[in-house]
């Protein structure tokens, strides 16, 4: 009967550890598309427009997105920066910038508690994609 309960209390200590593990984890932001509309002056390009919502402690990782990137923060506080340039924190009305060859190093939201959101205008070449994972 001992062993049974020192090996009940062994599981509860490791489920409760993995728990806390998945915890940790940062949450993912959420992309909504609202618009990607073909630029028939500048031949092969395309303007896209998401809203970018961060749960609390949401973070992306390190990335590009090959295209000219225009951010607006709506709700909440958002730190961003690219490589090369300084963090910064943006709230409501703020705006950041991101050119075809920066790699952004920092996006995330700046709250723990609070959730953030942000419109992005992206101009790119047509088909390609949004958000490129850099190594």
């Given at each position: 009967?001992?062993?049974?309960?020192?090996?009940?209390?062994?599981a509860a200590?490791?489920?409760?550890?993995?728990?806390?593990?998945?915890?940790a984890?940062?949450?993912?932001?959420?992309?909504?598309?609202?618009?990607t509309?073909?630029?028939?002056?500048?031949?092969?390009?395309?303007a896209?427009?998401?809203?970018?919502e961060?749960?609390?402690?949401?973070?992306d990782?390190?990335?590009r997105?090959?295209?000219?990137g225009f951010?607006?923060?709506?709700?909440?506080?958002?730190?961003?920066?690219?490589k090369?340039?300084?963090e910064?924190?943006?709230?409501?009305?703020?705006?950041?910038?991101?050119?075809p060859?920066d790699?952004?190093?920092?996006?995330?939201?700046?709250?723990?508690t609070?959730?953030?959101?942000?419109l992005?205008?992206?101009?790119?070449?047509?088909?390609?994609?949004?958000l490129?994972?850099e190594?």
């Amino acid at each position: 009967m001992l062993r049974l309960k020192n090996a009940a209390v062994a599981a509860a200590v490791i489920v409760c550890a993995l728990l806390g593990e998945a915890r940790a984890e940062p949450a993912a932001a959420i992309v909504t598309p609202l618009m990607t509309k073909s630029l028939d002056e500048y031949p092969g390009k395309e303007a896209v427009m998401i809203t970018v919502e961060y749960p609390p402690g949401a973070a992306d990782p390190v990335h590009r997105h090959n295209a000219y990137g225009f951010i607006y923060v709506q709700e909440g506080s958002v730190v961003m920066q690219v490589k090369g340039g300084k963090e910064v924190t943006l709230g409501p009305g703020e705006t950041f910038y991101e050119g075809p060859n920066d790699v952004h190093m920092v996006g995330r939201n700046a709250s723990q508690t609070q959730p953030a959101k942000f419109l992005v205008l992206l101009l790119k070449n047509k088909g390609a994609p949004i958000l490129v994972p850099e190594k």
